[in-house]
């Protein structure tokens, strides 16, 4: 890994790499926009958190949310990794790769009767349960299949972190997730009994990206009181979910590293008996991809100055979304030109700053506003870094846009694992008699 970036990618006489691979030679044959992902970096992510929190009884379930490829999937699952999903759907793709059920947790606050029964019939390994009146439901379907379903409660600590954008803070009392610590003992001693449920843990998510351990420990300090204050009551909470949401770099340095994280929580769990899940997705997906992109056309407004890219917001909406930033570079340097610093005011010499904006009906479509970057011409690259997660995952075909390709890249070798959509792909289920 690069110090401090924590990825693959690197300037290579003075070519953009993947591992061993120039990104050009990608786009040559496949065409932009391209989502590129690094396998060497997914498997290192995974490897660091897996040795950062070695003293627990651990079990690491990938966010598939983020990157839900299939072979990107596959490669974690070899690892012996299991999953979060919210979604059936999800669940389909993990059975797909060869995930093991029993490592999968469902979260979600809108799981539909279907999903539940699919799930069930799967065998996954736990229930992340958001309500009372879920938890009802899971039981009459689970009498219904006459299978007993194993059940977190999601309980809301009241935490958050301020620097975690108000779309992604999850553990506030009034966000629509999970059930108030303060009402969580009722629930636990009125489905204690049920025929039908193990109720015997407790999921915590406070959002992400959560840049310190701070509020994990504050969360799961509180945790510890209710899990104490249960057992009290004759109800023992053997699994304790943590959740997700450790940060990854957008800029370099800009998170803290996985062993920050867990020594801060593995202090407060070594010794309690637990078993304990950690959810991360970003902190294993986002330095793993690049969307790479090709300039079209460049444009003065006034007194702005435009590089019109093929990649839009319905390749990657973040930026539309939460004003979330990408540090976006060319992938081929000028002769003389250093290697960029990873970090959005970079300004490289002799550059003029531009917003940097897609092809797509909006005017939030606008990858990144403001950068310094070298003069560009048309048909010149630019790579949009630190696109691995929440990337394609929430691409779209608004404006009727073909979604991009995705490739993965195992050392010196490449393949593209999702081809790049077509016209009749976006149409053909409208294709009804």
Not at 74 to 102: M, P, T, Y
Not at 337 to 346: I, K, L, T, V, Y
Request: net charge negative.
């Amino acid at each position: 890994m690069i110090p401090g970036t924590m990825d693959k990618f690197e300037y290579k006489n003075r070519a953009l790499h993947c591992d061993d691979i120039s990104v050009a030679d990608i786009a040559q044959q496949v065409g932009t926009p391209v989502y590129i992902y690094s396998a060497q970096t997914l498997l290192h992510h995974y490897r660091t958190l897996q040795a950062a929190f070695s003293q627990l009884d651990l079990t690491i379930c990938y966010s598939v949310k983020g990157l839900g490829n299939i072979h990107v999937l596959k490669l974690l699952a070899g690892e012996g990794c299991g999953f979060d999903i919210v979604s059936g759907g999800e669940l389909a793709r993990v059975q797909a790769a060869g995930g093991q059920a029993s490592k999968v947790v469902f979260a979600g606050v809108g799981k539909t009767d279907e999903e539940i029964r699919q799930a069930l019939t799967a065998g996954i390994g736990m229930f992340n349960i958001e309500s009372e009146q879920e938890l009802e439901n899971l039981s009459a379907i689970a009498a219904e299949l006459g299978v007993a379903a194993h059940v977190a409660l999601r309980v809301n600590p009241d935490v958050f972190d301020p620097k975690t954008h108000a779309y992604t803070t999850t553990g506030k009392k009034e966000t629509k997730f999970g059930i108030d610590i303060d009402r969580a003992r009722a629930v636990y001693e009125r489905f204690r009994d049920d025929e039908y449920l193990t109720l015997d843990g407790l999921d915590l998510h406070i959002g992400s990206p959560i840049y310190s351990p701070g509020p994990y420990v504050d969360a799961i300090k509180k945790a510890l009181g209710l899990i104490g204050r249960l057992g009290e009551v004759g109800v023992e909470i053997k699994v304790l979910d943590i959740g997700g949401g450790y940060a990854a770099d957008y800029e370099t340095g800009e998170s803290p590293p996985a062993t920050e994280y867990a020594d801060a929580i593995v202090a407060l769990l070594k010794d309690t008996g637990l078993k304990v899940i950690i959810e991360p997705g970003r902190f294993i997906s986002c330095n793993a991809g690049v969307l790479l992109s090709k300039v079209l056309y460049r444009k003065q407004g006034g007194e702005k100055r435009f590089i019109i890219v093929d990649a839009a917001m319905t390749d990657l909406i973040r930026p539309a979304l939460y004003q979330a930033e990408h540090f976006i570079y060319p992938a081929k340097l000028a002769p003389g030109d250093p290697a960029p610093e990873r970090r959005m005011n970079f300004a490289p010499p002799d550059s003029e700053v531009v917003d940097i904006v897609g092809g797509v009906c909006e005017s939030s479509d606008v990858l990144g506003y403001g950068r310094a970057l070298p003069p560009m011409s048309r048909g010149d690259l630019l790579a949009v870094f630190s696109a691995g997660a929440y990337g394609f995952a929430m691409a779209s075909q608004y404006n009727s846009r073909p979604r991009a390709a995705e490739v993965l890249v195992e050392g010196d070798s490449w393949r593209v694992i999702r081809r790049r959509e077509t016209y009749d792909d976006i149409i053909a289920a409208e294709l009804v008699e």
